[in-house]
C-alpha cells in the first residue's frame, strides 16, 4: 500500500459546481443541478432528500460511476486530490476502493449471490494490493471480525444468501473497510433493516469513524438516521441543495420552509400524539386508556376474531411457524396496530385474516361464520367485505394494465353495474383518494410510489369492504409521502367506520395510527394493548429494546440512546 | 404554500405515453428494428402479391422450360447465373426449367404460412398448458408437467414422418405441417409460460385480484396474459425460424408440401446436391431464409427490449427507487422461476 | 436429495410408459405391413403370413404390448431358427427386419450418438457462450453484429447444407481434412476425434446461435444487477467482472436449454448422422420408421425419451448447484 | 427383382492405366449397409455385389462389361446345367477341389441345404422363383421346421444336384446364379445369426462384420483356389466395405479421391444430375465415370378397373399426351434416363424389339392425344388422380410425377397428385382392393431375360388377390398371353426366347395397360487408383470382383 497517495493537504472530498445529466430517449433528466460541498477527513456529512432528490447519483458521481454509462456529468469533483472527472480508467480503479469506499443501498442484491462473502473482500482486497490469496482471505476474516459478524472465519465462506440482511450490509461494510479507505461512502446503508439492526449498523459507524478518522458521506431520506450519525447536514430536493450546516442548526432550527416540512413529517416515538388529521370521531374514548375504547360507544360486536391461529410452511424436510398460536380481535372502526421484525410473521398473519393463505390451526371468524375452513366458492360472499393494501407499490400493481382497470376490477368481478356505471365509480373513487379521475387510463409506472399506494387503497375500497389490512403500506415510501398515506387511510376509516388492521415494522408510523398494537416476534405476539400502554410502559424486554433502537432526530438524544441500547440488546439475548 | 402542497408537487410525473404507445415508440427509435419490420413487410407482401408479380414477369410457377435446361448435364439451367434473363429474373430450376423467381414468392407464402401458423399453435396450446400448470393445483401441475415431458421426448421426426402416412393424402399439406410442427413442438412454450405464471402468481396483484373477488380464469386472462406476452415474445422470435428451417427438413425427408407447390424448404431441400453446379439454385433459398431469420431474430430482440422497462433504464446507476422499500422476500424466491428460458420442470 | 429424485425418477419411467404406448398406437396404424416390410417385396400371401406368425403380429395389439412390457421387465426367449436363446431383462424385442436384440443394437448405436452429441455440446457452448459474452461486451459494436450474423447464419441454415458445405470446403476444396469417416472411440480415440470433428462443427454450430443469444441476454441481465456495480465501485477489472460474476450468473439458463437439446440432439441428428456416415441411433431411428420396424422404433424412442428426461433432471441439480438458492422439491 | 434395382451402371471407365495387380485395399464406399449377408436372405439382382465375394453359386453372370456380361457361365458347376428334355429337371456336377474358408469339401448337400434354409420363414427375403418352381416349393416351410427336406432337390453323390421342376423353366441356369444357390454347411448354420459370420466359399472371408452390415472387412480366403473360378479375380488383399453415407458425400469422396479414398469404389450410388452437371465439364473427372445399364423400365401404371382407366381410349390419350422429355429430365437428365416406348429393357438380351404404338414424339403430342380423347367422350378434357411416392428417388417420386401433370395439362387433362408416404405407396400399388387408377410404378429385370420382366407383371396367374404383393397392375389375365408365357419358357435357348419375348411384349404394348416412361442409365464414379472398370448390362452395378488398386 506504499505507493498510495495520501494527501493530508486540504479537504478530503471537494465538490463544485456538480451537475449530472441523465438522457433516455429524447427526454433529459438534469438529476444533480450544481451542488457544492467539502468534507474533510475524519468528518461526516449527511445527504438527505426525499427519494429521487438526487442524493445516489452524486455518491456515484464521487467514484466516478457515472462513466460509460451516458450519463453528462458537469463540474469538478474531487476525492483525495483526484480528479474523477478527468482520472484515467486505470487512476479511477485505484481510487475505487482503496481510498474511497462506498456501502451500497441495497445489501440484499450487493453482493454476488454466487461466490462466498470472504471470497468476494479478499478479491477486492486483492486488486489494490499484492497480498497472496491466503493473506487476502485472512484480511477478509479479520474485517468481518470487525464488522461484527459472528465465528467470522467459518461465515466468511457462507453465500450472501445464507446471511441475513443485517449481516449482508455488515458484509458491505467490510468490504468497504477492507483496504482501509480514507472516505466511506454509504448510500442509505439501513434502509432495508430492521430498527434494531439498523441501530446497530448506525452504531458500527460511529465506532469505525472514531477508531480510523476515515471520512463519511452519508446518504439518507430519513432524517432520523442522520441526527444520528453526521456532522454535517445537505438538504437536497430535485437535485439542488435546499440547506446546509451542521445536524443541530439543519435539525433543529431549519431555515427553509422544504427542511421544516420534511422535519414534520417524521413520525416520532416519543412527541405527544397529534394525529395527522385532527381528532378521530369514531374512537373518542381513544385517551383514556381503557382495554376496550370503542366498546363502550359502539355495539360491542367483535368483527374479526383469531383464536390460537397458527400457520406452518414447509421447508425442503423441516417445517417452520410462520405464525404460531396468534389470537386477536377486531372491531368495527378501530385500528388495530402490528409491529415486529422483518420474518416476525406480520405478512403471514395479515394475508391469513383476509385468507389469502389458509391457516394450518385455530378459528378464524368473521361476524359469527368461521372463515377459516370455507372453501374458495363458499368465501365468495366474505372475499369482498375483507381487503388488502399491499406493502410494495410496485408488485401490488400489475405493470401492464391501467389503474382505473385496476381499480374497476372487483366492480367489473362483482358484475353489478354496467361499463359506464363502472367507469363512473372508479373516477369517483380515484378522486376520493385524491388522484386525477383523469388518470384513469394510466399506467402504474407513470405514477410515484404514494400514489400507488393510493391506487391501491382505491382498489380495495372498490370492494366496499369493511375491514383492510394494511400490509405495511407506507414503508416503501419516504417520510413526507407517508405522511400523506396515513393521515388517507385515517381519514376514510373516520367516514366509512372501516376497521383497519396496520402492520409495520417502523414503531413510530404504528404509533401514529393505531387504537390497539400488537407486537409481534417470531410467530407470537409478545405484547398486545392500548398504544399508551405499549409505548408508555411496555412490560416486554424485546418491546423496550425495539423502542430503544428508534432514531432520535436529536443528537444528544442520540447519543444517550446509544448506551442505552448496548445493555438492552444483552438482555434480549438472554431472553 | 403549505407544506403538504410543498412535498406533493414532486409527485407530478412527466407526462408518458401510455404502455403499448409507449412499446411502439421505442421500437420506431430503433433503426434496426425498423429494417427488419420493413424486411418481414416486404416479404409478406410479395408473397401476397405473387400472382401480380408473376404476370408482371410473364411467367408460371409450374410450366416447365425444356429448352432452357442442358439435359445431357444433369438439367442444369443453360444461361449462366442459372439461367439469369429478362424473362426469367431470378434464373430457372434445374431439371424443370421452372422459373425460380415465381416459385420463390409462392415458396414465400407456403413457408411463412407453415411457420406462422405453426408458432401460432406452438404458442396458444403452450400458453394454455403453461398457464394451466402455473394456476392449477399440484395434481394438475403434476399431470401436465409430465405430458410437457412426453412431449419434449417425442422424436420430432420420426413422429412427422408417422403422421404424414396415417394423414390421408387429401387432407391440405400445409395445414398438416402446421398442425405437426405446432402440436408436438410446444414443450418448450409451456415450460417458459409455468415458469413465469409460478414466480407471477406469487405477485400481489394476482393477490389483490383475488381478494377483489377473481376465479382463477378471470386472474389469467386479465393479469397474467399480459406479463407473459414479453418472454412469449422473444420465444416466438425464435420459434419462427427454427420452424421454417423444420418445415425444410420435414420436405427434405419427403413429408413436406404437396408438389408441384413450391416452398423454400422444398427448395432448399432439392437444392442440397447443386451448390457447385448451378449455385443461384442454393443461394436464393439459403439467401431468403437467412435474410427472414435474420429480420425476425432483429425484430424478436427489439421488441423484447421494448416491451421490458428494465431495459429501458438498463443504464441507471442504482436502481434506488425499486430498492428505497424493504425487500425481505429474496429468501422465499425460488430462482428456478427466475430466467430459465425453457424453464426446469422443478 | 433422495426423494427428490426418487420422485423425479419415478415420473420419468411413468413418462416412458405414455411415449411408448404413444408410439405403439401410432406406428399400429401407419399403413404398411410389417410382415411383408420384413419378408421383402415379393414374397408370397404364405409366406408372408409366416412371417406374421413368426414375428407374432397376428396377437391383437395390447397383447403384443403386453409382450413388450413383459420383455423389458422380465426379459424373453426368441428362436434363431436353429437355437433358442434368452433376451435378458430390458428386453426390448427383436428387430422385425433383422431379427437382432434392439437392446444389442442400442448398445451398438449409442455410442456414436453420443460421441456425436456430446462433441456438438461442447462446440455450441464454446462458440454460442462465447459469442454471446462477446456481444455482451462489445454490445452494439461491430464484433458483436460479425459475430451475430455469423451465429444466425449457422442456424438459419439447414443441417444438411451446412453439412455438406462445410464438407465440400473442409474437406474437397481446402482438403484439410479427410472425409470422416466415424472410427469408435474405444478403438482409437484420436481418430476419433480428427473424424468427428466436422459432424461436431455441423452441429454445434447450427445450434450455437440459440445459446449466443440466449447467453448474450442474460449476460446483459446480470450485468445491470447490483452486485455487478459493487465490484465496479471498488475497482475490480472489467474483464473480471464480466468474465467471472456475470458469466457465473448466466450460466444456469443455458444448463436449461442445454439439458432440452442434449435429448433433442439425441434424437433429432438423424440428418447429420447420415451426412457424415455416423452409425447413430437417429439414422437407425429413421431407417426403422421407413420400414415400420415397430420394436427399434420403440426401443430407440425410449432410450432418447429416457436421455431427455435425465438431461432434465441432470439440469435441475446442476442449476441446484449452480444456484445455491434454488430448493429441490 | 420387382424394383430394388439398389445396384444399377455399366462398363466403360478405365481411369487408371496400366495391368491390374494384387494387392491393397480396396475401400468401399455405400448407401445402404449390408443388412443382411446370409445367402438365403439376398434378393437375387442385389446378392451379385459384395456377397458376390464371399459366396459363389452354381452358376454366376458373365464379368464382363456391356452385353458380354449378360451371360450366364458356371461358378461351382462344371456347366450352366443339363435339362432334360422339357427343361422340368436340371443337372449340376461341382468342380474338383471347392472348399470352404475352413478347407472342408463344398458338397451337394451344402447347396441342397442353403436352398432349403431360404425357405425358412426366419430367413424370408429372397425371390418367389424357388418356391414357384420347385415341386412342393410352395408348402415347403424350411429344415427347421421340415426336417424332412425338399424331396425336389436331389444329391445322388457329393458331386450331382439334380432339380425337379413343376413347369418347363427354361431360365433356370440364370436363376442358379441366385445366393440362395451358395453353400451352406449344416454344421455351422446359426439361423439368423448366420449372416454375422457366413461361411465364405469364394475369394474373401468376412473378418468384420460391424453395425449389422455398416462396416464389413473382407480378407482373402486362403482356401479359395483361383484355379476353380474363372470370373473373380480377387486382386486386392482387403477389402473395407463402410456403409450409411450418404450419396452426395460418396460422390464428393470418389472426385476428390484423396488418401483411402483413391482406392475407393461405390456398389450402390450412382452419380446424381448436379454431380454429373460438374463431371461433364471436368475431364479428369469424366476418366473416371463408368457407365452402367440394367434391364428396368419405369412407367406409368393404369388400373382398367377404374374408371376412366378402363376406356382404352384414356389411356392411349394419355400415351399420345406424354412430354418424354420433361419426365427424363425429372429422371435427372438424357445421361441418367432413356426415353422408353418399349416395356421391355432396350438390351438385346430381353429381346427388345423397338416399337412405338402411340407415338408421342420427344415432347408429346397433346394435339393427337385430344382428338383421342374426343373420340374417349371427353371433349372437354378430364380430371384424373396421379398417385406417386413422396420418396425422393427420381424414379416413382414428386418430381417425375409433376412432369407428367405438367405434359398432360397441355391436352386437357387435368391432373391431380396424390403423393403417398413410401409404405403407404408401395401397398397401395400392390393391393389389389386398394389400387389406384393411375400412379407411377416401375419393374427391373432379376436376370437378363424377358421372363422375370414380363411375366411379373402380365401373368393373369401372377396376379396376387389377397395382401399386398401383385405386380400385376393391368391385372391382365388373357389366356393367349398365359399360354405365349409357358411357351417360352421351355426354351432353353435364350436367343430364341428373347426373340419370342420382343414379340409378346410388342403385343401387350398395343393395349395401353401402361406407359413407359424411360430406361434409366447408371453413371458410377471410382477413385483415381482403381483398375480394370468392368460395369456388365446384367446388374449395371461395377463388378466389384474385378477391380484392382494397384
Ligand atoms: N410462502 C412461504 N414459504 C415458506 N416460508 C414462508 C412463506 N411465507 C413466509 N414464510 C416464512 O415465514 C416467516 C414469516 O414471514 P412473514 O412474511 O410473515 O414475515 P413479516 O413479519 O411480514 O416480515 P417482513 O417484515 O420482512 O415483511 C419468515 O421466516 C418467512 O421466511
Ligand atoms: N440512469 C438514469 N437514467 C435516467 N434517470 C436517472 C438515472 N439514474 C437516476 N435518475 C433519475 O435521477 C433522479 C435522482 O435519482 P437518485 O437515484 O440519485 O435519487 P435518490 O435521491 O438516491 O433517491 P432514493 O432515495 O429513491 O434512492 C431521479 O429522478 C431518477 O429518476
Ligand atoms: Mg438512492
Ligand atoms: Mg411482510
Redesign the pocket.
Known sequence: MSERLVREDGPLVVVEGLTVDFTTGEESVRAVDGLSFSLDAGRAIGLVGESGSGKSTVAAALLGLHRGTGAEVGGTVLVNGTDVGTASDRELRALRGAVAAMVFQDPLSSLDPYYAVGDQIAEVYRVHTDASRKAARARAVEVLDRVGIPDAARRSRSRPHEFSGGMRQRALIAMALACEPRLLIADEPTTAL?VTVQAQILDLLHDLRRETGMGLLLVTHDVGVAAESVDEVLVMRHGRQVETGTVGEVLGTPREAYTRALLAAVPRVDSPLTRPSGPHPARPAIEDGTAHPVGAHRDDAVLLEAVDLRRE???GRTT?A??DGVSLTVRPGETLGIV????????????MLVRLLDPTAGQLRYRDTDIGTLSEKELRPYRRELQMVF?DPVSSLNPRRSIGESVADPLRAAGVLDQARTVARVRELLERVGLDPDRYDRYPHEFSGGQRQRVGIARALAAEPRLIVC??PVSALDVTTQAQVTALLAELQRELGLALVF?A?DLAVVRHVSDRVAV?RA?RIVEQGTVDEVYGAPSDPYTRQLLAAVPALDPAVAAERRAARTGLRKDVAVA | MTAADLLTSEAATPVAASGGRQVWRRLRSRPSAVVAAVVLVLLVVLALAAPLLAALEGQDANAYHDSLIDSARGGVPTGSFGGVSADHWLGVEPGTGRDLFVRMLYGARVSLLVALGATVVQLAIGVAVGLAAGLGNRFLDTFLSRVTDVMVALPFLVMGIALTAVVPSEFPRSLLLILIIGLLNWGGTSRIVRAQTLSLKELDFVAAARLGGSGRLRVARRELLPSLAAPVITYASILLPSNIVTEASLSFLGVGVKPPTPSWGQMLSSAQTWFRADPMYVLLPSGVLFVTVLAFTVLGDAVRTALDPREASRLRVGRSRRSAG?T?RT??ETPSARKTPEGTAS | MTRYLLKRLGGALLVLLVLSVVIYALFYVVPGDPARLACGERCSPQQVAQVREQLKLTDPVWLQYAHFIQGVFAGRDYSTGTATLHCDAPCLGFSYQTDQQVTQLIVQRLPATASLAFGAMVVWLVIGVGTGLLSALRRGGVTERVLTLFTLAGTSTPVFILGLLILMVVCAYLQWLPFPSYVPLTEDPEQWAWNMLLPWFTLGLFESAKYARLTRSSTLETLAEDHIRTFRAYGVGERTVVGKHALRGAVPPVIALNALDVGTVLGGAVLTESLFGIPGIGKTLIDAVKVIDLPVVVGVVLVIGAAVVLANVLADLLYAVADRRVVLQ | GPEDNDAKSDGGAASASGKPQKGGTLSVLNNEPQTDFDPARLYTSGGGNVPSLVFRTLTTRNRENGAEGNKVVPDLATDTGRPNADATEWTYTLKDGLKFEDGSPITTADIKYGIERSFAAELSGGAPYLRDWLVGGSTYEGPYKDKKGLASIETPDAKTIIFKLDKPEGDFPFLATATQFAPVPKAKDTGTKYEEKPVSSGPYKVVKNEGDGEHLVLERNPNWSEATDDERHAYPDRIDVKAGLDAAVINQRLSTSTGADAAAITTDTNLGPAELARVDSDKNLASRVGTGHFGYTNYLAFNPKVKPFDNPKVRQAISYAINRTSVVNAAGGSALAEPATTFLPNQPAFGYTPYDPFPAGKTGDPVKAKEVLKEAGYPKGLTITLTHSTEQNRETSPEVATAVQEALKKAGITVKLEGLENNAFGEARKTVSKEPGFFLSRWGADWPSGGPFLAPIFDGRQIVKDGAGNFNHAQLNDPAVNKEIDEINKLTDPAAAAKRWGALDKKIGELALDVPLFHPVYKRLVGKDIKNVVISDWTGVLDISQVSVK
Open positions: 430492521d410452511f414447509k421447508r417452520v410462520a405464525v415486529g421484525e422483518s420474518g416476525s410473521g406480520k405478512t403471514t398473519l395479515g394475508r406493502q400490509d405495511e402492520i415494522h409481534m410467530g | 424493504r425481505p429468501a422465499r
